[in-house]
């Protein structure tokens, strides 16, 4: 379904609506306000994708709401419409569990262990770990966010649930907590991610029991955020691992430029491809219709509408993505022609 970032007018031409390119800051917080408000009005009646049902609480979303922010490495945060709603974080945790990980354990024996390939098969996808004989491929599928629950570290499922919870509050710069309807719901439900889990086990590609592992794995996707929350978690992606809001460095820089690469890979699932294309930016999505963009150095935008496509990203968050990167100037891919002026 390309056509999600195909048929937002004229923000899909390169040559009207690219004019702001990757390099320096993000516009003023008068500029970046005023362009949210009239980005939410544009899009507030896009009604286009389905609402996730597979996991039955998510169901009962309120398909209307819409909510979008941008943060800045500066600390600045600008919201429009439901941007202090609470949803369950669902796979936009898959990143910031990597970086925790990541940084814990080292990237070798993390890039050893999972990989950062593409694996071009959906989310969920039991046949991927089949054909690429037992690998998780990569962080950002099921996959690949198991084998790296897995590897969480603790010496108890206690202290491995609390390295999570708080290592994702540091970098959303206050406390998270678990929706417990959404965790019953999802818990009950489970039984592909438990069978990727034992596959793993089965290839030896799994560092913990595959049941406790999806345990901790459905817990770190229950917890609650809001569109405010994930940009200002994305800002501490873009800031070299320092959160923004708090000022606490929450993860070496280094593993930021690793998780942001792994995001340009397979962050929108199958659809990274054309997400990269069209947003030019690393980006996750999730099935409770958060998804977050990261433009290094700039800061992270973050918008929360729950109707999804077919691979489970949000329609509208991946149409208001793609007209803010070019909007306000976040696209890393884009440039101008050097003239004096600009030396
Ligand atoms: N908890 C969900 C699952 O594992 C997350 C999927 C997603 O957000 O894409 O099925």
């Not at 004019?19 to 306000?33: D, N």
């Not at 990269?276 to 700039?298: C, D, H, N, R």
């Amino acid at each position: 379904m390309a056509g999600v970032l195909h048929d937002t007018g004229d923000v899909a031409d390169p040559r009207t609506a690219r004019a702001a390119v990757s390099t320096g800051r993000l516009p003023t917080a008068e500029a970046v306000r005023a362009t949210l408000e009239g980005v939410h009005r544009r899009f507030r009646d896009d009604r286009g994708g389905k609402v996730a049902d597979y996991i039955p609480v998510l169901a009962e979303a309120d398909p209307e709401l819409f909510g979008i922010a941008v943060a800045y490495v500066s600390g600045g945060v600008h919201a429009a419409g439901d941007a202090d709603h609470m949803f369950s974080i669902q796979s936009v945790s898959k990143p910031f569990v990597f970086a925790l990980v990541n940084d814990a354990l080292g990237r070798e024996t993390v890039r050893r262990r999972i990989g950062v390939n593409s694996t071009g098969l959906p989310f969920n996808s039991v046949l991927a770990v089949e054909l690429n004989h037992g690998s998780p491929m990569n962080p950002m599928v099921n996959a690949g966010a198991l084998a790296t629950t897995a590897l969480v570290p603790g010496a108890s499922p206690q202290e491995r649930w609390d390295f999570i919870r708080r290592g994702l509050s540091r970098f959303a710069g206050r406390d998270l907590l678990v929706d417990d309807r959404v965790y019953t719901s999802e818990a009950a439900t489970n039984q592909r991610n438990e069978s990727i889990a034992r596959l793993l086990d089965s290839y030896g590609a799994l560092a913990g029991d595959p049941m406790a592992t999806t345990d901790l794995y459905t817990r770190q996707c229950s917890l609650t955020v809001s569109a405010r929350d994930l940009a200002a978690m994305g800002a501490t992606l873009a800031n070299g691992g320092v959160c923004p809001l708090t000022g606490e460095q929450v993860v070496a820089a280094g593993v930021c430029r690793d998780t942001l690469s792994a995001l340009a890979t397979a962050g929108l699932y199958e659809r990274s491809g054309d997400w990269l294309y069209e947003v030019g930016m690393p980006g996750k999505s999730g099935v409770s219709g958060g998804i977050i963009t990261v433009a290094p150095g700039k800061g992270s935008l973050a918008v929360f509408s729950p109707r999804l496509d077919e691979a489970g990203n949000s329609v509208r968050g991946q149409r208001v993505a793609h007209f803010l990167s070019g909007a306000l100037g976040m696209d890393l891919f884009a440039s101008t022609p050097h003239t004096e002026a600009t030396a």
